[in-house]
């Protein structure tokens, strides 16, 4: 109760509905104001009809929306935000949907949901209560080892129908878990960052930004990495929520945790040995490393000490580059907003368009190639035939050739690369080829004449001889 009181008074009144107004034609009376988060109040209200207690949710925009004291009517102050508002209301509306086909002891229950005054709303179970979180501040120490296995073992109840029915909750922290007056019974709630899959065929999730909290977020929500999201993104916020609730301390980011490990963990070496165990593991910053669904979290949790875990657990990883990079990289781009379904009013990180940078893992593999090749080189500079240099030739006035190799004879039974052999017989071919285009027209007629000369010097000396000839035949000397 006062939790709530202090909400009353940092939430402007004249955004809520008052205290005895009715929907639905009087069905639905207002009783109280709850919570508020940026996409909407929560009241508690009485059901008229069967006089029973139960909660309900209005969608309204605190950044957009304005309410008509007179008559409770919502509308947008800013007629170019009216699409937004839209778009919105219509995901508030599919996520009271989700939550109507999710049927759980742990889960709260949607039983109604309408449009009125300009806005939607949903009616659900009224939890007398509070969440996990409002509890450890009350608190202010840890949860028991008994207390947080009983929460966990709850609340994997929930997450394995939800991941039942094709869906992911996608921001399971302490404040969306409520426990009844008795600190008991628990209750998932705030389904409004859920994701829905597509039966029989590939993740298909809003293209919209998600919507997540800081310290509960795997890598893979916090970079928009969709395809990449799964049951195992869910087990890694409930692995921080548990690291909160037996520490109270904030949980490390996946950053954090790849460049630390354990020593990203504050505490943690002061809590039971296979919840400690459970956290690394639940918390691992590679989605592979993680338990892949509920069953297996059960599975380690019935015998710890036989389950094969993920070697180097705990140590510092370096990661791939497209599911490991730090989300503060300066091309970020970021805006701070509320999930369409926190009632707890907490601030979330919603993610536009993220650039992929690159890991120091693949820099360290790029420099080792390049490494690899420059001594790979450097051998068969050293070791190859001397070269013996040629005059350059012009190769249609672009390439030029510098230098051929030449094999010495007793060299030549050395096989030679096959595309440096071709190569260079197709510039001596070309280059000749060239040479006698371009030669002068004076050079060209100088050279005909030469071999003209030289093709009549033997045949004046056939004549010669043969003048002689017929003059001794005639007896003239």
Not at 233 to 250: F, I, M, P, R, S
Request: aromatic share 6%; charged share 25%; glycine share 6%.
């Amino acid at each position: 109760m006062e939790e709530n009181e202090k909400h009353q008074h940092r939430i402007d009144e004249s955004s809520m509905l008052q205290v005895g107004a009715t929907l639905q034609d009087g069905k639905y009376r207002i009783e109280r104001y709850l919570s508020s988060g940026g996409f909407g109040n929560t009241y508690e209200a009485t059901n008229t009809f069967f006089d029973e207690t139960v909660a309900i949710k209005e969608f309204f925009m605190s950044s957009l929306n304005v309410r008509d004291r007179e008559s409770n009517h919502v509308s947008v102050g800013n007629s170019v935000n009216r699409e937004h508002f839209e778009t919105q209301r219509e995901k508030f509306k599919k996520e009271a949907r989700r939550l109507r086909t999710l049927h759980s002891d742990n889960i709260v229950a949607v039983h109604d949901m309408f449009e009125e005054n300009g806005t939607a709303y949903y009616v659900m179970d009224f939890i007398d209560g509070e969440s996990l979180g409002e509890r450890l501040t009350r608190l202010g120490h840890p949860f028991t080892t008994d207390e947080v296995l009983d929460y966990l073992d709850q609340t994997l109840t929930a997450l394995d129908v939800v991941h039942a029915q094709g869906m992911y909750h996608l921001d399971i922290k302490p404040g969306n878990l409520m426990v009844d007056a008795t600190g008991h019974r628990l209750r998932v709630i705030d389904f409004g960052a859920s994701k829905q899959v597509s039966p029989g065929t590939a993740v298909s999730m809003s293209q919209s930004s998600f919507t997540f909290t800081n310290g509960y977020a795997a890598n893979e929500l916090m970079q928009h990495l969709t395809k990449r999201i799964g049951p195992w993104t869910d087990l890694y916020a409930l692995g921080a929520t548990v690291y909160k609730l037996l520490t109270n301390h904030e949980p490390p980011s996946p950053t954090e945790i790849l460049e630390e490990g354990r020593d990203a963990f504050a505490g943690i070496h002061d809590i039971d040995e296979t919840l400690k165990t459970l956290i690394l593991w639940m918390m691992h910053p590679l989605r592979n490393d993680r338990p892949q669904s509920v069953a297996e979290v059960r599975a380690f949790l019935a015998n710890p000490n036989d389950f094969e875990l993920p070697v180097n657990l705990g140590e510092p990883q370096m990661s791939d580059i497209t599911t490991m990079a730090p989300v503060s990289r300066p091309r970020a781009k970021r805006h701070i907003t509320n999930s369409p379904a926190d009632s707890s009013g907490d601030t979330q990180e919603s993610l536009g368009e993220v650039a992929t940078p690159r890991s120091k893992r693949a820099l360290w593999i790029g420099a080792a190639l390049v490494a690899a090749i420059v001594a790979a080189v450097g051998i068969w500079m050293a070791t190859r035939p001397a070269a013996t240099p040629v005059a350059p030739v012009t190769v249609h006035d672009t390439i030029k050739v510098t230098q051929v190799d030449t094999v010495a004879p007793q060299q030549q039974e050395q096989p030679q690369p096959q595309a440096t052999t071709q190569a260079t017989k197709e510039t001596k071919k070309r280059s000749s080829n060239k040479s006698a285009r371009d030669e002068k027209p004076a050079k060209k007629v100088e050279k005909r004449q030469k071999e003209r000369k030289a093709d009549t010097s033997p045949k004046k000396d056939n004549v010669e001889a043969e003048k002689t000839r017929i003059l001794k035949r005639q007896g003239i000397d």
